[in-house]
T-cell receptor, first 111, second 114 residues
Framework: AQTVTQSQPEMSVQEAETVTLSCTYD???????LFWYKQPPSRQMILVIR??????QNATENRFSVNFQKAAKSFSLKISDSQLGDAAMYFC????????FGKGTRLHILP | NAGVMQNPRHLVRRRGQEARLRCSPM?????VYWYRQLPEEGLKFMVY????????ESGMPKERFSAEFPKEGPSILRIQQVVRGDSAAYFC????????????FGPGTRLLVL
């Protein structure tokens, strides 16, 4: 069985600062993918970043990067230079035979 | 490039009625997934379909819920005899190659059961 734990229900960060959202997971799959999705108030699910578990190099997409620690089963998301438009729910997910989502972290951006 | 389309965006039903939710995957995608999201919660997997086949329905309630993805036309999630507890956002996602690949989500259908 796969599980995803996001231990921070809510976080706040000052605009232009950096914030890290934590995620731990458990899976028995040997080959899997990890994702961060963003859900703004519109409730559209938007892919932020994806990491293949077999790759050691951390994925990066512009201001978004991950810290993937495979042995620790940790997959945190770092947002640099936070912007007001980053305010949203962020969901961590792991994909093996199906995608399992965490409960989410609500991120507030303080102007 | 059109993304994943879902309709209707909002659906109101009275208890005991049927709800039909439609999903058209992205062009070139033949794998469709349905998820349910209750307020203030994450998405819960319901069912995974390929054209004309149900691959994994382990997240589907045993009664009243069914899903199909016919050879032609959109995928349909059908809820018979809806109850208030069915009120939720239902999201459809699609991928090109199947499980493990990035899934692209539609805007969701908000179902409200009165």
């Amino acid at each position: 069985a796969q599980t995803v734990t996001q231990s921070q229900p809510e976080m706040s960060v000052q605009e232009a600062e950096t914030v890290t959202l934590s995620c731990t997971y458990d899976t028995s799959e040997s080959d899997y993918y990890l994702f961060w999705y963003k859900q703004p108030p519109s409730r559209q699910m938007i892919l932020v970043i994806r990491q293949e578990a077999y790759k050691q190099q951390n994925a990066t997409e512009n201001r978004f990067s991950v810290n993937f620690q495979k042995a620790a089963k940790s997959f945190s998301l770092k947002i640099s230079d936070s912007q007001l438009g980053d305010a949203a729910m962020y969901f961590c997910a792991v994909s093996g035979d199906k995608i399992i989502f965490g409960k989410g972290t609500r991120l507030h951006i303080l102007p | 490039n059109a993304g994943v389309m879902q309709n209707p965006r909002h659906l109101v039903r009275r208890r005991g009625q049927e709800a039909r939710l439609r999903c058209s995957p992205m062009k070139g995608h033949s794998h469709v997934y349905w998820y349910r999201q209750l307020p203030e919660e994450g998405l819960k997997f319901m069912v995974y379909l390929q054209k004309e086949n149900i691959i994994d329905e382990s997240g589907m309630p045993k009664e009243r819920f069914s899903a199909e993805f016919p050879k032609e036309g959109p995928s349909i999630l059908r809820i018979q005899q809806v109850v208030r507890g069915d009120s939720a956002a239902y999201f459809c996602a699609s991928s090109r190659y199947g499980q493990g690949e990035t899934q692209y989500f539609g805007p969701g259908t908000r179902l409200l059961v009165l």
